[in-house]
């Protein structure tokens, strides 16, 4: 017998943002850490391979899926703590991550204003380390509660124990969330009282200085920022897509000084570990596959970096142009691409390429 919160069978084309067709043998929508528990202590449903779901906005569903799906519904957001320097603000999983980006500006707590609009939830924000226009979730991130089917208890991650890295965390290193051992509850982050505006991205930048802002408010951070995105990006819910369909490469410095030399008009952004930090978006343009499309799918016209689904696309689809977009950047500049996204292969694995 069943818990009343799981379907079988569920289709879950309309719960992942590329819009590709797949099914899970099994869903449920999780509203409470008890039915986690149900799930953890059910002499069926413990056995199987597990998938966290959020908004499946960072997510490319290769084929049906044989376990269960945890489409995480948590809500809460509210002020946790305070101390002389800092607010504590914390938020369950499934909580939306722009509503709560603009919760927080509504109520005063500043700091995440350059992440407004960042598709998906708060529970799969630190998985990846969500980040843009020089902000990360890591910069503000305090701590991660969550359930550990392992054992049925309740762990916390510190900032540090999550080894946040660019784009990165050790729930996507070590694949623990996607192999089912942790369902992140909520993440509390830190946001300091004395706010500094983060506008040193030239597209920030430029739209402060045509309105004139010198010294612009968080409000105004957020708008920029929103104006931007909704310029650039394509809207999922039009035009399916799972933002960035490639990491930006991290190159030896000797590498990106031979590529400038060859490409002056390259973009090149040194990091602090000395590698250089490319643009995989101009990478992709200058190989011929900015507006491009193979079959159903395309590199998006206004940012080559978003592979878009056409109408109908299959996973088959989207590797064929994934490796041919690769192919062709690896021909002009040498540089192997790595997909951003999360890859769901039948078996429940999850793989990047
Ligand atoms: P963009 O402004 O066209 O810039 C291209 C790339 O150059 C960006 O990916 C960015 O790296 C890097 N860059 C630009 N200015 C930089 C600076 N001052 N210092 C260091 N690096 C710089 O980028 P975009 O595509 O419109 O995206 C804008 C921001 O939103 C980026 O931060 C991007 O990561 C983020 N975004 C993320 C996703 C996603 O799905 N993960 C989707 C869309 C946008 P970084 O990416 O490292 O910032």
Known sequence: MLPDFIVQKASLAARNTLALAARAEFLASIESREQLATV??????????????GEGSNLVLAADFPGIVLKMELKERKLAGEDDSCYYVSAAAGENWH?????????????????????????????QNIGAYGVEAGDFLHEVEAFDFANGEIRFFSAPECKLAYRSSIFKQEGWHLCGR???????????????????????????????????????????????????????????????????????????????????????????DGKVKLAAGWLIEKAGWKGRNLGPVGMHEAQALVLVNRGGARFADVQNLARAVREAVFARFGIHLEPEPIVVLQTGAAHGD
């Open 182 to 272: 942790y369902a992140i509850l909520r993440v509390v982050f830190r946001l300091p009282k004395q706010w500094q505006p983060r506008t040193e991205y030239g597209d920030i930048r430029k739209r402060l200085e045509l309105r004139s802002i010198r010294t612009p408010t968080p409000q105004q951070v957020a708008e920029t920022v929103m104006a931007i995105r909704r310029e650039k990006l394509p809207d999922p819910l039009k035009l399916p897509n799972v933002g960035s369909f490639f990491q930006n490469p991290l190159v030896a410095a000797e590498l990106a000084a031979a590529l400038s030399s060859a490409y002056p008009d390259l973009p090149v952004y040194p990091q602090q």
């Open 40 to 53: 953890a202590a059910h002499p069926l449903l413990s056995r199987l391979p597990r998938f966290i779901l």
């Open 99 to 127: 509503e709560f980006t603009q919760w927080t500006l509504q109520h005063g707590f500043f700091g995440l204003e350059n992440l407004s609009l960042i598709p998906g939830t708060v529970g799969a924000a630190p998985i």
